[in-house]
């Protein structure tokens, strides 16, 4: 009788463990709010990075990562922002308090004022990009915004890009800089002293927002005599800008924008062939790189998200510019939090974000603890370009960003 | 003095704005109220033709009369069932009815958004080529606005000149009553331009489509750019549209040609002094 | 001095002219009929009085005081107050509503008082209310009080504008063909309402197509024809005058 | 149509009481941010829309209202950030000042009546964005202006701080919003609302029964100035910055739904409930994730409102209705305009 009740008892303990280990089995989600846009003129730039962030971090969370024995999993919350800081500040909100979201990443710069108040007051993780305002003479205060991490530096990506558009083209006359007044702002001063130290050619004019017809700033550009003309991230207006410039003949005039490209296709159906050849733009195809080295589990994954992609489309997805944000930043996060051994103690997180070294889809990135931009969070990016060669893109040149001091 | 290249750039401005700005005018004579969803018809007319032209294999030409029917026929929907059962015959009628249309722009563009997706479109592919004329050139395409505008401004002014729909629009435009003197009912009447004026939009819409981009959030600065047009000639007068349309384009190019990026200002900073000088408008008949 | 008095008040419409030269004067309480056929400047006379148009040459003067170039409500604010030709009303508002808003002038407390419901406000109001209500009592509107005022019949719309003139608080009253559309009965009924209205002391300018009427009303009569003076004085002998006859068969042929 | 008459002559002041009181204590059910922020926001809202209502009384409206949202919140912003001036000074400065450029505009633009001055208010709200957007020294161009809440206030033991929680900002946008509401409504009451009435309905006749027409219209547009200034500095420093993107054409057309849609029968109630009704479902819409469907609904939904009430009236009247229909059995005077 005791050894049937003995067995019993071993037996429901077994049972009982068995269950728990179970239950330790089972990976954590841990939730990352995305405020991002989903409507408006701007929702194509929100719509086109979803789909390989979804394919990418379910790729991820195959093993997801391990804080003290523990396995975690990513799960991407989204809210409209409506590429405003109200939206923007509404959309935190809505993801911290209402959705319980301890981090936030997310990079439409004129948010990042609005959102990071948020994130801060909550103590909640936010990385973003420098925008306009983390830049020397910016108002971010590191001791206000402790809880910023700028995983993207704007401005610093623009002008290295220039780099390598002068690597690329050695014997250019004058570089032409297109951007639209909203994007006018403090980064700018930033940008053309760095290019002014470098010693490089160029010649900056302003759009108003809406701005379809560009010839006048094309002859604004041809009479200061640039025959490169790189388009501040404007998608549609660069387009625009390359057709017309073709329209009027200029047809050594060279145009190219500081964003991956969407889809070839779509730049020859709007400027036209010819006029679409050579055009150039960002290249983040990290399978591609010859000068940053890439984690080659990483280039894999990539590799598989485009397919994925590609099936659940229909047709070749060639858009390689979400390798640049999504993963990354939820790398970082992932790593700072196996460092940490902890996910919910964000002082502790951000000690190991500062200084740290994160290996990401485009390479290693160290988050130097220098004083630049005020800012605690700096980090190298490799600024590939690639150029319109029939309806493919091709590698055109690369220019690593040195860590800064 | 600005190259040549500035001017051809004003006039394609102008052809533009006085299409859409026609459009709108003749709409606000008789119906007495602003469609501020003008610029969506343009959108949509945008949209017909491209996908007229790359799905249907439709060419240009017949493609830009294709949407300007769907598109008018659009117009008629809208006016006959939301504009007319919005307004009210009274001193604020005009304000429903504002409201309603500014509505539509988000209903238009939303649908736009959802059917045709948002990323841009072009039609590059239509009348390719540039025609080099020395110190400047001119794609054809351009070439094509200048005269498919010409067309269709002959166009109206025979149909409003010489046909009895027309007599009774611009009797109608003076004289509301009058135009049951040439026995069109003005429920008739105010649908018919209706389905004019946002062919007119549709039809600046297709001809600017191989010039620009299509995606659904296209219609915003032509509206404006019209509104403003048809408010410098004065609400309500035909020929003050066109030339309304003319000024805004050539200065648009010109200044910012001169000024870049400060034309906005001066376009808005004109209007305001316009108006505040000649309160009517450059053609408006006399407020009293 | 008289009460209401044009020197050689002209009106011109680009070419045409539509009053000339005319000399008026009206002495206090007395109503002065204006007749004369269609476009002879009978309405034009009263838009240049009340301000809506700015005579083209001459002067107006009111009480001794110039009110010519004035506007329309600093001359309305002097107490000459004007009835239109149609039917114009607050479109919407209920015959009360409209009479209440019309009641502007009757009122000495400011708008402070008004927003701070101040006792000198409240009493004055009831004060108004209650002669708000003793009017459309005298113009018989009362079992309408609550409709809408384009609900009215014409007749009534009709009354409801006299209504609202009178209680905005004139001193000389501007009637612009108060009978028209009406039928006889009506039209009398009108014309008991200008007597007592008159009674109350208050000068009345009358416009009349209807000769029966002026007759009846009037004392003393003025023909105006092709926007010039042509007679007047007493109806009865005016209305025997030969020029005046001819006029009117004129129009009576057209 | 415009009947002046205030739905609080329908509904039982007791009632409308308890509503009130009902949204006073809710910080003691709840203190979740968002439901407060989704308040804050519409309160803020509301008092907008109530200033545009204000304006339309008189027969004018304005398509610059956001522009006076923007001159407010820029002023308070540019004194305390700047200036480093205190916020309840700078809190009435916004007022002032906004009320002052409705002032002087006004009796410029005012002279232009009807579409005109749509138009003209249009045109300015555009310039003062683009020189919000221009002079960077001031206004930091598109970066905005950061602000920070305002100072606590020590109210003998309790100190009360706008930084640590959103209840105060709450109580504050509540007071505010009545205090609007209650000066609306009295001037609706009082003879300045039927003037308004007189000039909106028929300026000719008002004109002729002595009501300066030039007079009413600027003390409307200034008054309705003052308020949305206010609200416009509260926006500001709730949001913590304050970008030209805020003061677009958008933001004016937003303030003109949000009236239309709640009903402008009633100078305060109809401002409220668009709002809410509205600004709630704008939240709401941010969810989903479909691309584009959100400005669909949104339109749908106005266009549907403006459709299926009756003519010209809005929703705050649905419950006026209710009143009259329901709990009073008033059987309606159905006014025989006719349909066509």
């Given amino acids: 009788m005791k050894k049937w009740y003995s067995r019993a008892t071993i037996l429901a303990i077994v049972t009982l463990l068995g269950m728990s280990g179970i239950a330790l ?146 014997n250019y006359k004058k570089i032409g800089i297109l951007d639209c007044t909203i994007g006018k702002g403090i980064g700018w001063d930033y940008v053309e002293a760095e290019l002014k130290k470098a010693g490089v050619r160029y010649h900056m004019e302003w759009f108003p927002f809406g701005t379809q017809d560009f010839t006048p700033y094309i002859t604004r550009f041809k009479e200061a005599g640039s025959d490169i003309v790189y388009v501040a991230g404007w998608v549609g207006e660069s387009m625009m800008f390359a057709k017309q410039r073709w329209a009027m003949g200029y047809k050594e005039m060279r145009v190219g924008h500081s964003g991956p490209f969407v889809d070839v ?49 229909g ?91 | 003095m600005p190259p040549v290249g500035i001017w051809i750039d004003g006039l394609i401005q102008s052809c533009i704005y006085m299409t859409m700005a026609f459009g709108m005018v003749l709409v606000f004579s008789i119906l007495g109220i602003l469609n501020w969803t003008h610029g969506q018809f343009y959108m949509l007319g945008a949209f017909v033709v491209y996908y007229a032209v790359t799905a249907a294999g439709i060419p240009f030409p017949i493609s830009i009369l294709i949407s300007a029917v769907v598109i008018g026929g659009l117009g008629i929907l809208v006016e006959k069932f939301i504009i007319e059962r919005v307004s009210v015959p009274s001193a604020q009628g005009a304000l429903y009815v504002t409201v309603a249309t500014i509505a539509l722009i988000f209903f238009f563009e939303g649908t736009a958004s959802m059917l045709f997706g948002m990323q841009d479109k072009g039609l590059a592919m239509v009348l390719p080529g540039v025609l080099n004329l020395g110190s400047f050139s001119v794609s ?40 049951s003197l040439y026995g069109v009912s003005v429920e008739r009447l105010s649908l018919i ?63 910012a040609y001169h000024l870049s990026y400060f034309s906005e200002v001066v376009l808005f900073l004109l209007v305001i002094i316009i108006l505040l000088v000649r309160p009517q408008g450059l053609f408006g008949a006399s407020l009293k | 001095m008289s009460y209401l008095e044009l020197k050689n008040a002209t009106k011109h419409f680009g070419k045409l002219a539509a009053l000339e030269d005319i000399d008026l004067r009206v002495e206090e309480g007395e109503i002065l009929g204006i007749v004369g056929p269609n476009g002879s400047g009978k309405t034009t006379l009263i838009n240049i009085v009340s301000g809506y148009y700015r005579p083209t040459r001459g ?73 708000v209500i003793e009017l459309i009592k005298l113009l018989d509107l009362l079992n309408d009080t609550f409709l809408p005022a384009e609900g009215l019949s014409h007749g009534y719309q009709r009354m409801l504008g006299i209504a609202m003139a009178m209680i905005a608080k004139p001193s000389l009253l501007l009637l612009d063909e108060p009978t028209t559309g009406m039928n006889h009965e009506e039209a009398m009924f009108v014309v008991d309402k200008i007597k007592k209205i008159s009674e109350q002391g208050v000068t009345v300018i009358l416009i009349e197509h209807n000769m029966k009427v002026l007759l009846d009303v009037a004392t003393r009569v003025v023909v105006l024809n092709f926007g010039n003076k042509i007679a007047e004085g007493r109806p009865e002998e005016v209305m025997n005058q030969q020029e005046v006859i001819e006029a009117y068969l004129g129009t009576e042929t057209i | 149509m415009m009947p002046f008459l205030d739905y609080k002559n329908v509904v039982p002041k007791t009632v409308i009481g308890l509503l009130v009181a009902l949204i006073v204590i809710l910080p003691v059910f709840t203190t979740n941010v968002i439901t407060l922020s989704i308040f804050i926001s519409s309160g803020i809202w509301a008092i907008a829309a109530m200033g545009f209502t204000l304006v339309l009384r008189t027969g004018q409206f304005s398509l610059g209202q956001g522009a006076f949202m923007a001159l407010g919140g820029y002023t308070s912003a540019i004194l305390t950030v700047k200036l480093g001036m205190p916020f309840w000074p700078s809190f009435f400065l916004a007022g002032i000042v906004s009320g002052i450029v409705a002032l002087l505009v006004g009796s410029v633009v005012l002279r232009v009546g009807g579409t005109y001055f749509s138009i003209i208010t249009l045109a300015l709200a555009e310039v003062v964005r683009i020189i919000a957007q221009q002079w960077e020294p001031v206004t930091r161009g598109t970066r905005g202006l950061i602000t920070s809440p305002p100072d606590p206030i020590v109210l003998g033991g309790l100190e009360i701080n706008f930084a640590t929680s959103t209840v105060p900002y709450f109580y504050f946008t509540v007071c505010l919003v009545a205090i609007t509401a209650l000066i609306f409504w009295q001037i609706g009451e009082s003879r300045l609302g039927r003037s308004f009435a007189g000039i909106a309905l028929n300026p000719v006749l008002a004109e002729h029964q002595g009501m300066h027409l030039m007079r009413y219209r600027v003390i409307a547009f200034t ?46 109630g109809g401002p409220i409930i668009g709002a809410i009704l509205l600004y709630t479902f704008g939240i709401y819409l941010s969810r989903l994730e479909i691309y584009g469907i959100q400005q669909l609904l949104f339109g749908a939904a106005v266009v549907l409102v403006l459709l299926f009430l009756p003519k010209g009236t809005g929703l705050v009247d649905l419950w006026e209705r209710f009143w009259r229909k329901v709990v009073w059995r008033e059987e309606e005077y159905e006014p025989d305009t006719p349909d066509d």
Wanted: charged fraction near 15%.
């Fill in chain 2, 140 to 179: 054809y395409q351009k070439i094509a606005v200048v005269i498919f505008t010409l067309v269709i401004m002959i166009t109206m002014y025979i149909v409003l000149n010489h046909t009895k729909v027309g007599l009774a629009i611009r009797a109608a435009a003076q004289e509301p009553v009058a135009a």
């Fill in chain 3, 59 to 131: 002067e107006i003067f009111f009480n001794g005081k110039k009110i010519s170039g004035l506007r329309p409500d600093q001359i309305a604010a002097r107490g000459i107050i004007r009835t239109f030709q149609s039917n114009v009303l607050y479109e919407g508002a209920t015959v009360v509503e409209s009479m209440l808003i019309s009641s502007y002038q009757q009122y000495r407390t400011n708008h402070w008082q008004s927003f701070f419901e101040t006792r000198a406000w409240k009493d004055e109001n009831e004060r108004v209310v209650g002669r």
């Fill in chain 1, 25 to 170: 089995g089972q990976p954590t989600v841990i939730k990352v709010g995305l405020p991002t846009v989903l409507s408006g003129p701007a929702a194509p730039w929100g719509q086109i990075g979803m789909d390989p962030y979804l394919a990418w971090i379910e790729l991820f969370n195959k093993e997801g990562f391990k804080v003290g024995g523990k396995t975690y999993n990513f799960k991407l919350v989204t809210v409209d922002d409506k590429n405003t800081p109200e939206g923007g500040a509404a959309a935190a909100k809505q993801l911290i308090f209402g959705d319980g979201c301890k981090f936030l990443a997310g990079h439409w710069s004129w948010n990042f004022p609005a959102v990071a108040a948020v994130s801060n007051q909550a103590k909640v993780i936010f990385l973003t990009r420098t925008g306009n305002e983390a830049v020397p003479g910016g108002v971010y205060d590191p001791k206000k915004q402790p809880y910023t991490v700028f995983a993207n530096p704007s401005h610093d990506q623009f002008i290295s890009d220039l780099f390598a558009l002068v690597e690329a083209f050695p």
């Fill in chain 4, 223 to 268: 008054v309705a100035g003052v308020f949305t200034g206010f609200a416009g500095c509260l926006y500001a420093h709730f949001l913590t910055v304050i970008t030209p993107y805020m003061l677009g054409l958008w933001q004016s057309i937003q303030i003109m739904i949000m009236s239309i849609v709640g009903g402008i029968s009633s100078l305060a």
């Fill in chain 1, 265 to 313: 296709n779509m730049y020859n159906a709007v400027c036209g062939l010819d006029a679409a050849q050579g055009f150039i733009g960002q290249y983040w195809a990290n399978w591609d790189f010859n000068k940053t080295k890439v984690n080659p589990k990483y280039i894999a994954m990539c590799q598989e998200v485009m397919k994925i992609v590609s099936q659940k489309h």
């Fill in chain 1, 315 to 405: 047709k070749p997805f060639a858009y390689s510019g979400w390798i640049g944000w999504g993963p990354s930043h939820l790398l970082i996060l992932a790593q700072a939090m196996e460092k940490a051994g902890t996910v919910d103690d964000p002082e502790v997180i951000m000690k190991a974000i500062r200084g740290g070294t994160f290996d990401t889809t485009t390479g290693k990135w160290t988050m130097s603890g220098a004083k630049t931009y005020g800012s605690p969070v700096v980090f190298g990016t490799p600024s590939a370009l690639s150029m319109i060669k029939g309806d493919k893109e091709v590698y055109l040149s690369e220019h690593p960003m040195k860590p800064l001091p």
């Fill in chain 2, 193 to 255: 331009v209706m389905g004019i004026g946002c062919a007119l939009a549709a039809m600046a819409g297709s001809i600017m489509a191989p010039l620009y981009v299509v995606n659904p959030f296209i219609g915003g600065i032509p509206m404006i750019m019209s509104l403003l047009a048809i408010v410098i000639g004065g609400l309500g007068s035909l020929t003050g549209a066109i030339v309304g349309g003319i000024i805004l384009g050539f200065l648009n190019s010109v200044v």
